[in-house]
Every structure is written in structure tokens, then in C-alpha cells.
């Protein structure tokens, strides 16, 4: 048992620590393939019981889990403007299954969540600037407006956070909801990873919705279906670890290396709650939060019938 | 009458280009004063009737216009420090004559429309950055966590533009306050003048709300009492005059001279179509949204309770 | 003779407004063609004597415009990415017809003026931002990091404008050329037009350098290969019109259907200079700039070798 | 011995972990006060022979360290502003004795280094947009132009970082001194701490410049007096501390405990290499820089006699 409890938004990762790591856990289900042409590696782990919710410290749901080492090696040569949009088809693909509706020319309300003036946590309302947005323009002329028959009238907020809002993220996105009635929401978000490895290059899409705090406690502030009526996908990339758990993990290590008494009692001398509210992450996010967003809006923009 | 329609947001300018503008009109009081120390000159006309609103094309109510040549003139000395002050107090004075319950505890959302991607039109985006934030601080913590006693409950939000949401600015405002039910609106915009003079250095407070397409036809996107139950304050500066406006009045002044029908024919020649969607600012308009975004956030921060 | 001094920097309109347009003007020699795949209209100005360039109130040298009306209806759809490179493919060609030597490995220093923090003025700076920076890697690794051969070596600077940085934009330009050796300038610039017909449309592509004050007067503020001692090519897209331009246009339009004293004397009644230091802009702004930086920027990588 | 070499930006820091540290070191004076009124406690070390600088790891000069608790404590109520105002004042006090040269009406540029997209890299850039730039004025107009007689000549550049520009930042300093021959340099920094208490709390001024890679090697990339021929004060504010270093250290703390050959051995099998690149930082460092560039910027336009 862990000393002190790490953070991960990816469901993958939250799996790999539970101790019986190899062998099956009742209530989660996990399914790998390679998807070789792109040399993406896809995970789905399906939390199917509240015993599986309880193991990983995840809501019950579908989790999918795609790694994509091109993420950060791309440049911006010609051949990687194909790879990226090879990227873009995947995660599309893996988004209309766990969001069939979104075809059926339904209207969907993308979220981006997170501080804009925060790089890496600006994910979320950079998506949101490259979005093809339609809702207004099929509201006033209709879908003959557009080339594209199977259009989706798509809307977006980037509501901010609340230290500048004053309001809870969740209440502002149900208002929103009651107001203009989607049928879907789809929120997008910078996660936080348990490792640095994950880091910018893998994407999780879910369709449990966002659980402040792990998903326990209450519900007041969920953006979930159980809260909106209505189907709620989060997707999101890691792009911080909290530095408390790279510290918390280095020492782990160390431990079951060492496996000795005065190992615990000295480990009890580093103080991790000072590393509290700090995060790690990479030197080079902006241009990595600009690669990653174009490459989600491009997923969007094709999910949404916007790009042949 | 005018051949083109001029569009100007100042109630003070509308009235100035109504016909009999020396003599009164039904419906229309207008009232002025100087505050000497701070070299500010105060209109204050109220629309009484639908005649009025008629004439002036303004829902009728109380629109108070503040001219303040030092908006302009501000360097940044710690001298201007000092005024920037006592027109911030000044503004802050004028408000809480037209929406008197902030006094009274109240809880208020604060919205800053517009566009925050072009300079011009970025003034309630700005003014919002500055602004105190209370109310997460207050549900969780009380009013004791802060040292003032007679604090407003401060929500805001900067909802973006039609073309980047596809939902209109007053869904969101409806939805919003609907979820989180504060007790007023105020909402803050860059405006339109007539005069290129009234740029930069003129503050309309009116207790009217936002009124798409100058306060005629459908409600469904006005931002009003009427339609959200609440008092809704708009406060604004002129940053742009309609491109069209600038041209319009040249040949008006032209004509008003000349006085004959050649005029009137030749004037037609002059297309001022391919105007629309233009808007004439100024060259230094970054450090002036700035500036008077910094003004704007003091007096309301004052207006809540948040500077001494 | 027109009674107000209308600016562009379109030598393509120097030239329309210029008496004795329909016929040659000894110094200028003007071709026209069209590039009809891609709705390209290029016209190449040369003004080859002091004599036309006192006519046209631009030094002597090449001014190649090309308009581009799609520039201005390109959506994001997939059909438009190709037309946006065929824009981009068709701009670098011109500007290697007048830049032969970039071909032949040099090293180039791309600077984007004006400020970032003024939509219609932060052009050169957006340019900067998606250009592949090479520089500092070929003097690290080589050529051979580079899966292509004949690649330019390339460096770039916003400098800010003189409000923000107290230096003259030439001085910054000559330091930094001084200090670095480049074998060429190319400078990006949001430029102002006579008529609003041509904004965000039109690319003009010179081998005059910038010449502060229309290539009039002193020589201390010139960003040319007379001061720096390296071919200067200046590239722009006009992104706004002069305030006084557009009344003053409108004015002699009137004139000339008019023809009468009264005329002359009753404009004198129209006051052009409190527009002094105002532009005329589009609303759409942001997004023109945004779509306007992408493809100058492709047009500029494609030049230098890093696109296929 | 440490077994990584573990970064800081502060001398006060690289002091703390030199061996020998609570006795005497050759080389290196340390002085320490409080200044009572502000809380700030300053400490003055002076690297005086090349010995003390290899045992530092930092270029001989001084290197004056004012640590601030209230910087992070700091609301926005009018008390605030006064503390804010002291804190600049003493800064701008500790400046001078560094640089008495301004007070004589010298030409000062000032550099605000690094990424102003990265929020955490962003501190310099953001204090150059708060500083009264007055060289061009002055230039133009003289010093009558201003109320103030003691008035430095202000310049100033953000030069971006190399990965944007191709160049190093020292080749466009140089160039940029030699055009406009200043009579002295300030450098504006984020700097990397080695302890998580110190970040956003504390400033470093030092007499030094900017020495890239710890001031051994190459000066090719240096903004020192050596190479530029006038004085070079650097200032900064840790906003980082580099994830190798913190994980590190927690390790270093568990073995002064534990002194066992096993952890020696187990030690290795935690690898700081995946850590590279990485930077441990605050999750509200946005409203951090913001808070932060206002002091600095105020206490560099108190430093030239532009604040009375």
C-alpha cells in the first residue's frame, strides 16, 4: 500500500498500481491492441462494478486509452501534417464509439476546461479556438448552408476556472445545458499523469464525464450524465505530473529496493505536503499544448462532419 | 433626416442628432453637471415614454454618460495614480445610484461581452481579468474569511463572441444566472460612438441591459430585467466608430453647406456598403482598452467592497 | 489634385490614383497578369527613374501585388487546405523571383513587425509564430538534422514597436544583422490601403525594404539594402485603411460628380484631421490575421525548403 | 558529494549546500539583515576570489538576495498596494547600490528574458510591458518633456528564446547595444530554485549578468560586462525548481538518515534522466508572474526617477 495516495486522471495508469497488477481484477475489464499503421497503442479498460470503481479510485465507465509516441516527435514537414491526420482519424474513430449519437446529426456542446493563462493547463480552450463552430449559422440558414450533408450543429465554452469565475465549472456547464439543450457534451481537459513518460503523448477518452475529487463525494459539482440528462464524453492528455507523486514514486522504488525497517522510518523525513499545489512539467508545453490542440480539434472537426 | 442610418450606443449622442435638439422632446429629460474636481461632465437623460424611446431608438430608462478628458490624457505618474482613482470613485458613485441594492450584501455577476482576440472590442474581457472574485471564496469560507464587512458576492464570466461559441451571448447569461441565481447583472461592453472626440474618454452606465439591434424587435437576445427577472446594469466605453458613420456625417456636414439637389445626387455615388462590417479605431488602442479596463475593474472592486 | 494626402502602401494604387492612369507614366512600368488556377490577379509594378518614383511617392524598385480573393472566403474545410497551399506555393514563387539568392543555401533573418497586442497591426508577429525556425539547430548539427538538402537557414524577431521598446525598429534590425550576418532580410508587415475593397486580400511583395515616411526624407529609420548592405525584400498584406483616406476619398468622389465652387469651400467644413491617428479596420479581424499568418507563413517555410 | 548536480539559480541557495556551510568559506562573504518595516530579510553574498566561484559554481561579483514572504501572500486591498509599493521601494534601493550609475541620468535597456508563452518562463517579458519606456521621447522631445528632472533614458526587448528566433539571446543583445550604446543593462529573469519555499518569494539581483551554463565555458553566449563594455546588473524571481533536483533531494535526505551501502545501490534504480526537461512549478503561478512583474516593473520605474 502506498504511503501517500498518487494522482492520475488516466484510468490506465490507475490499473498498473493496483497490486494484483498482472492477474484479473473483478470489475475491470482491460482489452490492448496496436493500431499499426500509426503506431498507436489503444487500451480500454471498462470499469464494470463498484468493486472495480473502488480498486482503481475511477467511476464506473469505459476508459480508452491511446499512446502515441509520434505525439511529441512530430515536426511540421508535410509527411507529419499526414500523420497527424492519421492521429486525428483514430481518435475520431474511438470517439464515435463511445459516442454513436454524435452521427446522427445531434447537437453537441464542446467544454474546454482549464486556465488559459496557465500553459499547461490551456488544453481545453485551445481545442475549443481551432473548432469548426456551426450551432449559430445552422440555427439561421439551415444545414443547406454547409457542403457537408451529415453536419453536427456544434457549440463550445471555455468557461475559465473558478478562482476567476467564482462559480463552479459545473454549474456554469448546466446552465448552459438547460439553456441551449445539446444532446451531448463533450468535455476536454489537460490531465494529470502518474508518469512523466505518459506525459503529451497519450490520449483518454471516457464516457464517465468529469468527477471533481476522484470521482467520491458529492455530486454538485459532476459534469455526468447522471447530473446533465445527457451523454457526457471527457477526452484529455497528460500533461503535468503533481510533484508530490514523482517524489512519492522515487522513493517507492527505493523501498522495495531496500525493503528495510530504517528505510520507512527515514523515508517519514521528507516532507511531501510542501511540494502540495506544485506540478511538473515539460520545458517545451506551449509548443506542445499548439501541436495537441490542433490534433483534437482536427478529431472533433472530422467526428463532427466538418472535414471530408 | 439622415440618409443613412448612423449608429452611435451613446443615448447622450442619439439625443444630439434628434431634429429639435436645442428645444425638449416628450419623453426625454435630460439633465448635466460637472464634477469640478476630477473635470468630469455628467449627462443624465431618461427616457420616459415609447415616444422617447422612439425618437432616440433607445429603450427607455436612465442612461448616465460620464465624459472624463483624462481618460485619454493619462500618463503614468503616480499624480495619475491619484485621479485615476477619483474617476474610478466617481463611476463607482454613479452606479450605486442606479442599482442601489450592491450595497445591501447582494450577490452580482459580472459579464465582460465582446471579443478578447480583437484589441477594440476586448474592454469586458479586460475589465473582468481585474476584477475581485468572491463568491467561491464566500460559500466556502463566509464573509469572514475577508477583512471588509459589507462585501458583494462577485461572480463573473466572459462568455466570447456568437462566431466562436454558436450560442448567443444572452443564452449563456440566461443560463448562467438561472443556475447560480445572483441578484444582478452588470455587463460590460466596448460601444460604438457617433464622434470620433467621444472615443476612449466617455462612460455610459445605463440600468437598460444590452438590447441587440438597438432595442426593436424580438427579446430573445436582449440581456434585460424583463427577460432574466433581475436588475441588469450596462456599462461601457466608446473604442470604434462604424466606418460608414464617419463617411455618412462628412457628407451631411458637406450637404448642410452646399444646400443643393446636384448634392443629393451625387452623394449616392459614394457606396457606403462596402463599409459594412468596417469600424474606425484608434491607432493606440491597446494601451488605451488597458488602461480603462484597470479604471473600470477599481470601480467596481470599490462598488463591491473590495478597496478601502 | 487631391486636397488631402491619401495613404497606401500598395504601389498598385499609387499608381491607379495618379493622374494620367489609363496612359504610361515614364519611370513606371506595369504587367499584368492572371494566375488562373488559383484566381490570382498579379500585378508587378516597376518603377525604374527618381521620376516615377516621385509620382508615385515610393522608391524605386519591384512591387509585385497579387489578389487573392479566396484569401478572404476561405473556410477550414479540407478543399480549402488545398487552396490555401496553392496560395502559399504561388507567393513563394513570386518572392524567389526577387530573392534568387535564398535558393543558393543562405541564411535568412525574417523580422515581423508591429504590435502584437493590436489585432490589425500584429501581422508580422503571427508570421513569425508558425515559420520553422532552423538557425540555431544547422549551427548546432548541420545540414544534416535535416531530412531536406537545400534548406535556408533561418532566424526571425518580432522587435516590438517603438512605444513599447524605445528604440527606432531599424535600430534593432541593424544590431541584430550586424551581430548575426545574414545573407537577406525579409519583412513582414500589416500595411495600410487606400480602398477597403483591398484588405485582407492582397499580398504585396517588394524589393525596396520598409522606408518609414513613404522613402521620403532621412535614411537613419530605413530597413533597406542601401543601409544594411544585404538584399531587403518587405512582404504585406494591407489589413487597414486610414480613417482620413476613406472621408477624403468619399469627398472627392462627390467633387467630381459635382463640380462646383460651393463644393470646395463647403468641404473645408469637414475637419479630417481629429482622424488623425485612426484606422478603419474589418470586424473579423482576429480570424483574417489568424488565416492571413498561416499562409504567409507556409508560403515563407515553403521558400526555405521545409516543405515538401 | 552530491550525486547529481542539483541546479540553482540563487547563490544564496548554491551557499546553503556547499559542505563546510555553517563555517567560513574562502572566498565568499556573507552579510544578512532584516528590513523590519517590509518582512524582508536580505542576505548579500559576495563571491570575491575564483576559489569561492568554483565553490558556488557562480561567477565571482555580488548577489543580493531579498526573500519577501508577504510577495506570496499579497490580495489586491488598498493595504496591499501600500506593502507592494514598500517591497518596490527597498528593491529599487538594493538596485542602486548595484548600479549607482542610473542615478546620474544614464540611457538603461532593459531585457526581459524568456518565453513570454511558457507562464512560468513568461516573468520577463511581462515586467518590460509595465515599464515607462521614455529613450524615444526623450530623444525626440529632451527630458523637458517630462515632469520629472532625474530621468533615466529607458529602453527595452523582449528577445524571445533561441528555440523561436534561431539565435542566441546574447547575439541580440550585443547587437542591439552596439546600435543604441546604452550606458548600462538590466536583465529581467525567471530563475530555478533549488527549494520549493523559495519560489515566487524571492529576488536575486547580482552585479554578474548572465552567465548560460553556470558561468563556466564558453562566454560566446554570456550578457556580462565582459563581453558587452557596460555594466550588467541581472534580477529574477525562482518560479521553477527543476523535477531532477527535488526528486534528488528528497533521495539525498533519506540517505543522511538511513547511511546504508544498500541504499547507495538502490538509489540508482530511480532514474532522474526521464526527468529532464521537466520543471516542478505552482499551480497559481499565472496570477503569480502577473503580481510579481507589477513589483519588479514598479521598482525598476521608481529606479529611473519615473514614480515620485
Chains 1, 2, 3, 4 share one sequence.
Do not use: W
Amino acid at each position: 500500500m502506498a504511503y501517500f495516495q498518487a494522482r492520475t486522471d488516466l484510468a490506465l495508469e490507475a490499473r498498473e498500481y493496483v497490486e494484483d497488477a498482472n492477474g484479473a481484477l473483478h470489475g475491470v475489464v482491460v482489452e490492448e491492441y496496436d493500431v499499426d499503421e500509426v503506431e498507436i497503442h489503444v487500451t480500454r479498460v471498462q470499469i464494470t462494478t463498484k468493486n472495480g470503481a473502488k480498486l482503481l479510485g475511477k467511476p464506473m465507465g469505459t476508459y480508452v486509452t491511446l499512446e502515441v509516441p509520434r505525439l511529441t516527435d512530430m515536426g511540421e514537414s508535410s509527411d507529419v501534417g499526414e500523420q497527424h491526420r492519421e492521429v486525428a482519424e483514430e481518435i475520431s474513430r474511438q470517439l464515435l464509439e463511445l459516442l454513436p449519437q454524435v452521427q446522427e446529426c445531434a447537437s453537441v456542446l464542446v467544454i474546454g476546461l482549464g486556465n488559459r493563462d496557465v500553459t499547461a493547463d490551456a488544453l481545453g480552450p485551445a481545442v475549443i479556438e481551432h473548432l469548426c463552430i456551426t450551432r449559430h449559422m445552422i440555427k439561421e440558414y439551415g444545414k443547406r448552408a454547409f457542403s457537408q450533408e451529415n453536419m453536427t450543429m456544434v457549440s463550445s465554452m471555455a468557461p475559465g476556472v473558478m478562482a476567476k469565475t467564482g462559480m463552479e465549472t459545473a454549474e456554469i456547464v448546466a446552465g448552459i445545458v438547460k439553456e441551449t439543450r445539446p444532446d451531448a457534451v463533450i468535455v476536454i481537459d489537460a490531465l494529470a499523469a502518474r508518469s512523466t513518460r505518459r506525459l503529451n503523448r497519450t490520449i483518454q477518452i471516457s464516457n464517465t464525464g468529469i468527477h471533481p475529487g476522484s470521482g467520491v463525494g458529492n455530486h454538485r459539482n459532476a459534469i455526468t450524465q447522471e447530473v446533465l440528462g445527457i451523454p457526457v464524453i471527457a477526452m484529455g492528455v497528460p500533461t503535468v505530473v503533481d510533484a508530490a507523486t514523482i517524489v512519492g514514486d522515487a522513493l517507492e522504488k527505493m523501498y522495495k529496493e531496500v525493503k528495510e525497517a530504517a528505510f520507512l522510518k527515514a523515508r517519514e523525513s521528507v516532507a511531501l505536503t510542501e511540494l502540495n499545489n506544485m506540478y511538473v512539467t515539460a520545458k517545451d508545453i506551449d509548443a506542445t499544448i499548439k501541436r495537441l490542440s490542433f490534433t483534437l480539434a482536427e478529431a472533433l472537426n472530422i467526428t463532427f462532419g466538418m472535414e471530408a
